[in-house]
């Protein structure tokens, strides 16, 4: 259960629930049916990630490179894909354009984070990290993950009371 390799298989799946979201290839009915499920599911599961990275993973790196700033600003594209994701959650039709362009929006964010934490936390992770080390993160940052998940941290309601005033 290394960290690096639970938080990129997690990065992964976001990378095709994203895919799955544009994909307009079945019915009307079906599609508003798998948006809205693929939607709850990527919503708890992006809150979730963040979360525990900030609570079981970060603090560590934090410890280990001090004030780089990596850290930080991975915190701060948390908050801003919290926003997207509201907009997001917010969009009732998710048939609509409204529904693709919040995606869009969610998609680009996502995809930025997703690449700088890789490049540079996660790496500076593995190359400095031992193996045990990475070990016993992976299993917190599973196990806290897992429970976020467990408690609805995707609903609209819980994902609007993460951001800031």
């Known amino acids: 259960m290394d960290v690096v390799d639970v938080i990129i298989a997690d990065h992964v799946r976001f990378e095709n629930l994203l895919r799955r979201l544009r994909a307009r290839d079945i019915d009307l009915d079906a599609l508003r049916a798998r948006r809205r499920a693929d939607r709850a599911e990527l919503a708890g599961l992006l809150v979730a990630h963040a979360l525990a ?8 790196l934090r410890e280990l490179f001090g004030g780089d700033g990596h850290v930080e600003h991975g915190e701060d594209e948390h ?3 919290h926003r997207k994701l509201l907009a997001l ?8 354009k409204d529904f693709d362009r919040a995606l869009g929006k969610l998609a680009n964010s996502l995809t930025h984070h997703l690449d700088e934490e890789e490049r ?16 016993s993160l992976g299993a917190a940052w599973l196990a806290e993950r897992d429970r976020l998940i467990a408690t609805g ?8 009371a ?4």
């Open 53 to 60: 990275e900030e609570s079981e993973v970060y603090p560590k």
């Open 79 to 81: 908050v801003d894909g």
């Open 89 to 96: 959650l917010d969009v009732a039709d998710v048939t609509a």
């Open 120 to 135: 540079t936390l996660l790496n500076d992770a593995r190359l400095n990290l031992d193996a045990d080390t990475r070990a």
């Open 153 to 160: 941290c995707g609903s609209r309601d819980a994902v609007a």
């Open 162 to 165: 993460l951001l800031p005033d």
